[in-house]
C-alpha cells in the first residue's frame, strides 16, 4: 500500500451517515480552533447535522466536502444570488470554508477551494466573492494563493474572542485563468 493519501473535493447532494457524522466532527474541530460557518463556539451535533441537511435542500446552494483517504476533513458553501437577482447572477460566494485542525496542511484546503472555483466557473460564474475574518491568516493566505484580490474592509465585521475584528473582502475574476482580469489597486495590505 502506497504512503501517499488520497484528496478529493466534491460537491454533494446526499450524506451516509458516517459522511454526516464525520463532517460534524471536522466542523466541531474547527470552530473549536477559532473557524467554521461563523460559529463561535460549537452547536450540538444534532443542530450541526440538521443545518448541513437544510443547506442540501436550498436551490442556491452547493454544500462541497474535501475527503482524505473517504474520509470528510471539511466544507465550504458555494451560494448564487437569489434567482431575481438577475444584475449579479455572473456571480457567486464561496464561504465557511473550513479543514479541520488536525488534517490541514496537508493540500485539502487548496483541493477544496479548487473544487469550488471549477464549479462556480461550470455554472458560467464570472466572479467569485468571499470575505473572511482578518483572525483566519491560513483562509486569506489561501484565498490570496488562489488569485483572490482583497478590495474592502469592514472595520467591525465579527465578533471573536470577546473583540470585534475587522472582515476582508476578497474577489475572484473567473475569466478563463485571470490573465486579462484587470488587477484591483489594494492600499490597505
Known amino acids: 500500500m502506497s504512503g501517499h493519501a488520497s484528496i478529493s473535493a466534491e460537491r454533494v447532494s446526499r450524506f451516509s451517515e ?12 474547527a470552530i473549536l480552533d477559532g473557524g467554521g460557518f461563523g460559529w463561535l463556539s460549537p452547536p450540538a451535533p444534532s443542530l450541526l447535522a440538521r443545518y448541513f441537511q ?16 473517504g474520509m470528510i476533513q471539511g466544507a465550504a458553501v458555494l451560494s ?11 456571480s457567486a460566494h464561496l464561504s465557511g ?33 468571499c470575505d473572511v475574518r482578518e483572525t483566519q491568516i491560513a ?18 465585521y465579527a465578533r471573536s474572542g470577546g473583540a470585534l475584528v475587522k472582515g476582508l473582502y476578497l474577489v475572484k475574476l473567473l475569466d478563463d485563468e485571470d490573465e486579462t482580469a484587470p488587477s484591483i489597486k489594494d492600499d490597505n495590505t
Request: aromatic share 6%; net charge positive.
Open 80 to 90: 448564487r444570488p437569489a434567482r431575481n437577482n438577475e444584475a449579479q447572477a455572473m
Open 139 to 156: 483562509a486569506i493566505a489561501l484565498c490570496r494563493s488562489l488569485g483572490f484580490e482583497h478590495w474592502g474592509t469592514h472595520p467591525y
Open 54 to 69: 437544510g443547506l442540501l435542500l436550498v436551490p442556491e446552494t452547493g454544500l462541497f466536502v474535501v475527503r482524505e483517504n
Open 18 to 29: 458516517d459522511d454526516l457524522a464525520a463532517l460534524c466532527e471536522a466542523t466541531i474541530a
Open 97 to 129: 470554508i473550513h479543514v479541520a485542525p488536525y488534517a490541514r496542511g496537508r493540500g485539502l484546503g487548496r483541493a477544496l477551494a479548487r473544487a469550488v472555483i471549477r464549479s462556480a466557473r461550470a455554472m458560467g460564474c464570472r466572479v467569485l466573492n
